[in-house]
Each structure stands twice: as C-alpha cells, then as structure tokens.
C-alpha cells in the first residue's frame, strides 16, 4: 500500500470517479491507481444512500454504519469490536492496493481514527492525524486493542 487517503464522503465520491470514464474512453480515466475503500457511514440516517462496490479499480469495499460517539448515548450504534476486526481483516486482505481511501461523513472523526490506526498498523508514524484533528478515542482505541489481540492469538498459533 502506497498511501492511505483521509476524506469527506463528498472527497471519497470524487476519488473514486476519478477512476471513471465511459466504455471505449478509457483514455480519459483521470486516475488509474487501484484502491479499496473502507465506508465509515451513520447508523441512525441508516448511511448515505448509496455504497462503493468493486471495479475495475476498486478491489474491494467496506462499509460499516456506526455512529461518531465516544460512549454510551441512548440510541446511538458506537463503534465495536466486531466492525475493528472487520476492518482490520479488510485492511489486510487489502494490502496490496496501492490506495486505502477511508472515510465518514466530514472525514474529521471516525475516518481520522481508523487512517491513523491503519498508518500505525504498517509501522508507520500517526502523529499527524492528532496534531492536525480530533480522532474519535473510540475507534482509535478500539481498533489498537483488537489487533494487538489478533497479533497475540497469531502468535500463540505458531
């Protein structure tokens, strides 16, 4: 993986037509890099309408629908343990894209998180997504905690 993109769901949406272009222009195609795309939408407007799925470009999506909150609020779908293995699982699966675009609604929160922890995850420095925005803790913390369980289990197999 060359790169991990932040973005908005309006950014997200432009990156990925990018990569379009009508049967026969394929010339025209602005972008040709490969990328899978992990789809962080709301839970309780029940996501944004629609959904990435393969192409020619896009190995694989993911879409998760939880709800940018770092505890219990009454009604609320918080980020669990079960969507952090599902991620991370993507994120392996996915290695090989050369882009992993990641993101929410406005880019700033859950997608933060999860492309910090994902920059950490292939050993690289996350810093930035911290001094720069406001990660939500949550997935942050919930995403650190599975794979340091999952890396420990793969271990324990050996």
Same mark, same amino acid.
């Given at each position: 993986?060359? @790169?991990?993109l932040l973005r908005?769901?309006f950014?997200a !949406? +432009?990156y /990925?037509?990018?990569?379009?272009a009508?049967y026969?222009?394929?010339?025209?195609?602005?972008?040709d890099?490969?990328y899978?795309?992990i789809?962080?939408?709301?839970?309780?407007?029940?996501g944004?309408g629609f959904e990435?799925?393969?192409? @020619?470009?896009?190995r694989?999506?993911?879409?998760?629908? !939880? +709800?940018? /909150?770092?505890?219990?609020?009454?009604g609320?779908?918080?980020?669990s343990e079960?969507?952090?293995e599902?991620?991370?699982?993507?994120i392996?699966?996915?290695?090989?894209a050369?882009t992993?675009?990641?993101?929410?609604y406005?880019?700033?929160s859950?997608?933060r998180?999860?492309a910090a922890f994902?920059?950490?995850?292939?050993g690289?420095?996350?810093s930035?997504?911290?001094?720069?925005?406001?990660?939500?803790?949550?997935?942050?913390?919930?995403?650190?905690?599975?794979?340091a369980?999952?890396?420990?289990?793969?271990?324990?197999g050996?």
């Amino acid at each position: 993986m060359k @790169r991990i993109l932040l973005r908005s769901v309006f950014e997200a !949406f +432009d990156y /990925v037509m990018d990569h379009y272009a009508p049967y026969g222009m394929g010339d025209m195609v602005q972008r040709d890099d490969t990328y899978a795309v992990i789809s962080i939408q709301d839970a309780q407007s029940d996501g944004f309408g629609f959904e990435f799925t393969e192409s @020619r470009y896009c190995r694989e999506a993911l879409t998760l629908r !939880f +709800d940018d /909150v770092e505890s219990d609020v009454p009604g609320a779908v918080p980020f669990s343990e079960a969507m952090a293995e599902e991620m991370i699982r993507f994120i392996l699966r996915n290695r090989e894209a050369e882009t992993l675009l990641i993101h929410c609604y406005a880019g700033q929160s859950r997608s933060r998180a999860a492309a910090a922890f994902a920059v950490k995850m292939f050993g690289k420095d996350d810093s930035a997504y911290f001094q720069n925005g406001r990660p939500n803790r949550l997935v942050y913390e919930t995403l650190e905690k599975k794979w340091a369980e999952m890396k420990k289990a793969s271990a324990g197999g050996r």
